[in-house]
């Protein structure tokens, strides 16, 4: 079977940095996604990593170990415009992507 | 360039009715996925297609699931005699091969009363 997990909610301040953690169990995969999705929109593409380790791409940086199913997103300096769902998703042996409930960020002034 | 685009953007069905959803993926693209969105849950896949090939549908909750590609291009998601319990969010996205990532359309928001 499949499972994914993930904080429902996070609240952070504007500037301020806020971990989401992930975890997973599966007997196949193929890397792991992180999507943002704002209310009444499409999920968009934010970071993959199929190898272990950080990858860092702008003010988001993401985390994996294959070994523990664990994986975080990280966002730095957040801004109001950061306030969204994100999504951690898995990509299977057959190729679709087995997604996490998502977590709502919610940044304050 | 152009992105997934999907219609209609929102469909209201009477309980029993046939809708059908279409989705347009990015030009070039192999692969096309379709995912069902509850509220406030992630996306769960349906089906998928390499080209024209439907070769996952064990996402599909029931024999009035039906999808289609018979181009290879343009997508069509059908259910036919909805019920109410198929109101959600569907999403189609595309990707170059299977491996890469996948980008998602706007979605079609179906309400079924």
């Known amino acids: 079977g499949q499972n994914i997990d993930q904080p429902t909610e996070m609240t952070a301040t504007e500037g301020a940095i806020v971990q989401i953690n992930c975890t997973y169990q599966t007997s196949g995969f193929n890397g792991l996604f992180w999507y943002q999705q704002h209310a009444g929109e499409a999920p968009t593409f934010l970071s993959y990593n199929v190898l272990d380790g950080l990858e860092e791409k702008g003010r988001f940086s993401s985390f994996l170990s294959r070994s523990k199913g664990y994986s975080y997103l990280l966002l730095k300096e957040l801004q109001m415009k950061d306030s969204a769902s994100y999504l951690c998703?898995?990509?299977?042996?057959?190729?679709?992507?087995?997604f996490g409930a998502g977590t709502t960020v919610t940044v304050r002034a | 360039g152009a992105g997934v685009s999907q219609s209609p953007r929102y469909k209201v069905a009477k309980r029993g009715q046939d809708v059908a959803l279409r989705c347009d993926p990015i030009?070039?693209?192999?692969?096309l996925f379709w995912y069902q969105q509850a509220l406030g849950q992630g996306p769960e896949f349906l089906t998928y297609f390499q080209n024209e090939a439907q070769l996952d549908k064990s996402g599909l909750p029931s024999d009035r699931f039906f999808a289609e590609r018979p181009e290879g291009s343009v997508s069509t998601l059908k259910i036919q005699r909805t019920q109410q319990e198929d109101s959600a969010v569907y999403l189609c996205a595309s990707s170059p091969p299977v491996q890469e990532t996948q980008y998602f359309g706007p979605g079609t928001r179906l309400l079924v009363l």
């Open positions: 998703a898995f990509l299977t042996r057959s190729y679709k992507l087995s």
């Open positions: 030009s070039g693209h192999v692969s």
